[in-house]
């Protein structure tokens, strides 16, 4: 199954992007890369994926590299509600078309300054 | 819509009992999710739950199962209760198997096992 690593903690400043990473050195190719973030108390909350595009929406922006062993979450202008966890998750699918387990990393603890 | 919720919130239990937990998914979400949230392991999936059948299932011992009703309700049962099982359980649903971009997390139940 692929993991993930990512950093433990990053800070930014307000209005700044906020550039999260991702290592998935052994992801497989029909293997999709997923965000949530957690708020504190509360429940995960989905961001965006993708599978080797970039993509896009209005949340982030997530990078893919070529290789599919790596990719960036970017928040364009963080501002201090987006002070969470940032979980990168690789979604493994078993043969058949089940939907397999869901293997989450320790996630990133993104604070946000003024 | 009403959300995700999950009953009861906090629990306090001892050593060797065994513990039940409910969610009730979002109206129409046919799938559930469990997950276990500790600090030291962050977010591990449990199993899903679609349309009572179990689809998938995590790395955690038989001393945790579940099942599901068929209104999609889900409990989550985890027998002889060991200190390590001391965690926030967190419930999802989604309208399809295995879909993360449309799963919507309760605010989780506390358990403590002294």
């Known amino acids: 199954d692929a993991k993930t690593t990512q950093p433990p903690s990053m800070d930014c400043a307000e209005g700044r992007a906020a550039n999260l990473p991702c290592n998935h050195s052994?992801?497989?190719?029909?293997?999709?890369v997923y965000w949530y973030r957690q708020i504190h108390s509360q429940g995960p909350q989905y961001i965006i994926h993708?599978?080797?595009n970039n993509e896009t929406n209005e949340m982030a922006s997530l990078i893919i590299t070529e290789d599919r062993k790596s990719s960036t979450l970017i928040l364009p202008h963080a501002t201090l509600r987006d002070t969470a966890v940032y979980y990168c998750?690789?979604?493994?699918?078993?043969?058949?078309?089940?939907?397999?387990?869901?293997?989450f990393g320790k996630g990133t603890k993104l604070s946000v300054k003024p | 819509k009403a959300g995700v919720t999950q009953t009861p919130r906090y629990l306090i239990k001892t050593r060797g009992q065994q513990v039940t937990l409910s969610c009730s998914p979002i109206?129409?979400?046919?799938?559930v999710s469990w997950y276990q949230q500790t600090p030291g392991q962050g977010l591990q999936f449990l199993f899903e739950?679609?349309?009572?059948?179990?689809?998938n299932k995590g790395n955690f011992p038989g001393r945790f199962s579940g099942r599901q009703f068929s209104n999609s309700r889900s409990e989550m049962n985890v027998s002889t209760l060991e200190l390590g099982d001391s965690a926030l359980y967190l419930c999802?649903?989604?309208?399809?198997?295995?879909?993360?971009?449309?799963?919507?997390f309760g605010p989780g139940t506390r358990l403590l096992v002294l």
């Open positions: 999802a649903s989604s309208p399809l198997t295995g879909n993360l971009e449309t799963q919507y």
């Open positions: 052994t992801i497989s190719g029909n293997e999709y």
């Open positions: 993708g599978l080797k």
């Open positions: 998750i690789v979604r493994v699918v078993f043969y058949g078309g089940s939907q397999g387990n869901l293997i």
């Open positions: 109206s129409g979400h046919r799938s």
């Open positions: 739950y679609f349309s009572e059948t179990q689809r």
